[in-house]
C-alpha cells in the first residue's frame, strides 16, 4: 500500500509539472510580446528602424507570429488607438506570397514600438525555409522596408 501512495505522490506531482510546462507554453505563445527579443532580420528608412526580433510556429504548424520592433532614430513616433503599426504587409514563405495582420502592438517609449504579425503558413514547406517580410509605410510613414531571413519548423 505504501508503495502504491509513494507512486501516486511522484505520478501526480509528474502530471502537475507537466500541466504547469504546457500552460506556460500555451500563454507565452499567446502574447505578442512575450518573445524573448533576439534578432531575426533588420532594414532601416527614413529614420524609422523595422527589426523581426523572434518568430514561433503555432497551432500544430499552421500558424507562425512573428515578434518585431518599431524605432525611431528620429523622431518620436505616434499611432492612432486601433490603427496597426505595419501597413500592406507581404510576407513570402518557401516562395509562397502571403498576407500577414499586425496583430497587437504595445509603445514602449515615444521612439519604440513593440508587436507581433501573424501569417497562415502554406501547407507544405521544407523543414528550413527562405522567408522575407515586406511593408512600405509604418505609422503612416512611406517607405520601403524588407527583412529576408530564414525559418526552421
Known amino acids: 500500500m505504501k508503495v502504491f501512495s509513494k507512486m501516486t505522490n511522484r505520478l501526480g506531482g509528474f502530471v ?53 520592433t518599431v524605432e525611431s532614430t528620429t523622431d518620436n513616433l505616434m499611432v492612432e488607438d486601433g490603427k496597426g503599426l505595419l501597413e500592406n504587409l507581404e510576407i513570402s514563405i518557401a516562395n509562397n506570397s502571403l498576407q500577414g495582420i499586425d496583430a497587437e502592438h504595445k509603445k514602449i517609449s515615444s521612439q519604440k514600438y513593440q508587436g507581433a504579425v501573424k501569417v497562415n503558413m502554406p501547407q507544405y514547406i521544407p523543414a528550413t525555409s527562405n522567408a522575407a517580410l515586406s511593408t512600405d509605410a509604418i505609422l503612416n510613414q512611406k517607405g520601403q522596408w524588407t527583412i ?4 526552421k519548423k
Do not use: D, H, R
Not at 21 to 47: D, F, M, Y
Not at 148 to 151: G, L, S
Open 16 to 68: 502537475l509539472l507537466l500541466c504547469f510546462l504546457v500552460g506556460g507554453a500555451w500563454t507565452s505563445s499567446q502574447s505578442a510580446l512575450a518573445a524573448p527579443e533576439k534578432t531575426v532580420g533588420t532594414a532601416e528608412n527614413g529614420g524609422i528602424k523595422l527589426t523581426i526580433t523572434n518568430y514561433a510556429i503555432t497551432n500544430y504548424g499552421q500558424e507562425m507570429i512573428l515578434y518585431y
Open 148 to 151: 529576408n531571413f530564414q525559418i
